[in-house]
């Protein structure tokens, strides 16, 4: 069946003085948009979409101060309870092995780029996008995790995504994906000891570490609408679900 949807964006959200960074692809992932910039900036940019998908690579829910819940199975069979301090999908991360920063309750201080993830997909509600990992909504969006998806597909946490090493896994990621990136194994190729003496490391070949993260973002958005079946979706969607792509192809 083809897809209606015109547009794929994936919002990465930082806690810098420009906080979001976006990436738009098409049905046959080409860049057509990207933005870096505040609140408004990119809210611009999701009011005119008439149809799109938007992956968010920070959280989108926050659980309630007095929320409960039991879950069979998560530690061993035995019935465990779980306040809500934590999501369910956090728990669930957490047992799999990836190190997780737990979201906070509703009216809790969080980190600065949480409390901004937040805000922006309450505001993203305001224009009528609807929060589902459930196709054919035109306008909806769901989170998203990069790095948990990367330990997910690879069975190791990535790097920081700021550093070198960091930034060069994820483009290989991408690369490989098809994007049309300089494959890092020919910076590497290139990273010789005259140029490291000289100041002449050819870094621009390697993008930045929020662009990396967008694309990312932005090529799970499209998976979920192409390859449904390389995405894992994990916690429940009334309280705080995430898509992570277990296997980041185009095939």
Sequence with gaps: MESVHLTYIGIDVQAAQKPFYYTALDADLEVIACGHGRMADVLAYLAGQSSAIVAVNGPVWAPLPENMFSQSGLFGGEQSTVFGSHRIVDVELSVRGYPII??????????????????????????????????????????????????????????????????????????????????????????????????????????????????????????????????????????????????????
Aim: with cysteine; proline share 6%; hydrophobic share 35%.
């Design 102 to 251: 737990p979201v906070p309750p509703i009216g809790k201080k969080g980190p600065v780029w949480m409390e901004r993830s937040l805000e922006l997909t309450d505001e993203m509600k305001r224009l009528g996008y609807i929060c589902s990992g459930e196709l054919p909504a035109k306008r909806t969006y769901f989170e998203t995790n990069i790095d948990a998806a990367y330990h997910l597909i690879t069975g190791t946490s990535p790097y920081d995504s700021r550093s070198l090493e960091g930034r060069l896994q994820r483009q290989l990621l991408l690369h490989d994906f098809g994007f049309s990136l300089k494959d890092p194994m020919e910076f590497l190729e290139e990273f010789t000891r005259f140029r490291l003496r000289t100041s002449n490391v050819p870094l621009t070949q390697i993008a930045v570490a929020h662009e990396l993260r967008a694309l990312m973002t932005a090529a799970t958005a499209w998976m979920l609408d192409n390859r449904p079946q390389n995405l894992e979706h994990l916690g429940r969607s009334d309280e705080g679900e995430i898509i992570l792509a277990k296997e980041f192809s185009r095939k």
